[in-house]
């Protein structure tokens, strides 16, 4: 999975354009089966992170990552996936909106299951469950691919 990061500003190769960001309102990370109610805003901001540049983030500033194999129609992280790599999703019908800056299309996509995530430039976007501060990148470059 590519990180939301280390991406100049339209192009994804860490998903961080210099300058792009999610941020959910409210309410912290989704699950790929959120046992409360996901959040019904999103929006995307920027945040800095020394050595990466500009990442994406979403609740709380926590930095999003990208699977590099994934599109918004064909998912490769399912089942137990999610339990590393952690969907955001939102409430069903959400439209996420974008910070002034912020360049690239932020969107949604039906999960398989059901829930709905938030994509970047088409591409789902997750959080790590070994980034819990704002700032943190631990899963940068993971298995070469994310």
């Known amino acids: 999975m590519r990180h939301l990061r280390g991406m100049s ?8 354009t210099a300058g792009l960001g999610l941020s ?3 309410t912290s990370y989704g699950s790929s089966t959120p046992s409360t109610q ?3 805003r999103a929006t995307v ?3 800095t992170i020394g050595g990466l540049g500009s990442v994406l983030t979403g609740s709380n500033w926590r930095t999003l990552d ?10 490769q992280c399912t089942g137990g996936c999610t339990s590393t790599w952690m969907p ?7 439209t996420p909106t974008k910070a002034s ?3 690239g299309q932020v969107s949604t ?8 995530q938030v994509t970047f430039d088409g591409h789902p976007v997750y959080f790590y469950e070994k980034d819990s501060a704002q700032g943190q990148a631990t899963g940068q470059g993971t298995d070469g691919a994310w």
């Open 24 to 26: 959910a309102c409210g």
């Open 101 to 103: 800056g912020v360049v």
């Open 66 to 75: 990208t699977l590099s194999t994934e599109s918004r129609s064909s998912f």
């Open 88 to 94: 955001y999703v939102v409430a069903s019908g959400t």
């Open 38 to 40: 996901p959040p019904s």
């Open 45 to 47: 901001g920027a945040e």
């Open 109 to 116: 996509t039906p999960r398989p299951g059901g829930a709905t």
């Open 9 to 16: 500003v339209g192009a994804i190769s860490v998903v961080a």
